[in-house]
């Protein structure tokens, strides 16, 4: 389900929004594609240094829009794509997901796991 | 009030991302670095291709978050700067702000104008 070509995004550095719905209106948090891990279940592992407005509005609401790119690599009609992906979020503070980003990133406070339920390229 | 490191970060390519309020949730788009144009106003221009459901939730709620970064510039605490853009946005179909996108980006259906209310370095 993960489509080669975000593979390929993903070896290029960039941002990652992270977007929640909070009782105020939407909030984006950012990570960087070099963070990301993503595991044979196909869920992602973003480290979480801060990220404590993100994981109130998971509590409230667990669905969370990310999007990722590169220039370097060839969209549908020139150089540049981009992904949108939409799917739940979970915050982890323990357990073997916590432990893998910890191990990489020792100064994360959480490990924000994401499910994802689509993934579109758009552009 | 446009900081001197966010003009440092669209120096890089990278992507933006748009988001905005929809009635079902959050909607995220997204643009590059280097389309942005910022006026001695201090208003951003973006070009518009699609971006119709962007269009669709700034005519119920004009708030707009942007956020951009470069893993180039340098952050508060290593290599790799963002920034957060709140404020509201405007499409405009014709008039001098248009016209200048169109100009650079002819295959634009709109312009999408940012009045920034705030920006704050993330990382």
């Known amino acids: 389900m993960i489509p080669e070509k975000m593979l390929e995004v993903l070896n290029y550095e ?5 977007v929640t719905q909070g ?16 595991k044979a279940n196909e869920r992602l592992l973003i480290p979480a240094g801060r990220m404590n407005k993100t994981e109130n509005n998971i509590k409230g609401d667990s669905r969370v829009l990310l999007t990722l790119g590169s220039r370097e690599v060839e969209g549908f009609h020139s150089m540049g794509t981009g992904f949108l992906i939409t799917g739940t979020g979970e915050f982890m503070h323990n ?29």
Do not use: C, M
């Not at 960039?14 to 992270?18: D, K, L, Q, R």
């Open 23 to 38: 009782p105020d209106g939407p909030h984006v948090a950012n990570t960087w594609n070099s963070y990301i891990i993503i």
């Open 95 to 123: 357990g073997g997901e916590y432990d893998e980003v910890k191990k990489r990133f020792p100064w994360i406070r959480a490990a924000l796991v994401i499910t994802p339920a689509s993934i579109t390229q758009t552009l």
């Open 14 to 18: 960039g941002v990652i929004s992270i």
